[in-house]
């Protein structure tokens, strides 16, 4: 069983940063793949980013990409997102999601494949 327990979430100016870390307890072969999901009231949920367990590859939605940056620590149980550049457009309530299963390129933002998630921190960016 898994637990995923979201913070670093606030309010910031466009052009600033925020990080934003996940707690994940739970058995590493039960969060094989860690990603951060985002959503707007109406909107549907869109995968941001991802990382397997041994980090060969890091994905990342384009409208992030070159701005965010995703990490895991599996020694302390952490998922990481340092978001930097932030826009307005950036402004959404950010999951932390686990799935049994290892991620891949066509697969990392499907969000049925991940069967944990949190209950989410809020990033508002002002301009």
């Known amino acids: 069983q898994v637990r995923l327990v979201e913070s670093g979430g606030g309010s910031v100016k466009e052009g600033e940063s925020l990080r934003l870390s996940c707690a994940a307890s739970?058995?590493?072969?039960?969060?094989?793949?860690l990603a951060w999901f985002r959503q707007v009231p109406g909107k549907a949920r869109e995968g941001v980013a991802a990382?397997?367990?041994?980090?060969?590859?890091?994905w990342y939605s384009d409208s992030v990409k070159g701005r965010f940056i995703v990490s895991r620590d599996n020694a302390k149980n952490t998922l990481s997102l340092e978001m930097n550049s932030l826009k307005p457009e950036d402004t959404a309530m950010y999951y932390c999601?686990?799935?049994?299963?290892?991620?891949?390129?066509?697969?990392?933002?499907?969000?049925?494949?991940?069967?944990?998630w949190g209950q989410g921190t809020q990033v508002t960016v002002f301009s």
């Open positions: 990382v397997n367990t041994g980090a060969e590859t890091l």
């Open positions: 999601a686990a799935s049994r299963t290892y991620c891949y390129t066509s697969s990392w933002q499907d969000l049925g494949s991940f069967e944990y």
């Open positions: 739970g058995s590493d072969r039960f969060k094989r793949c």
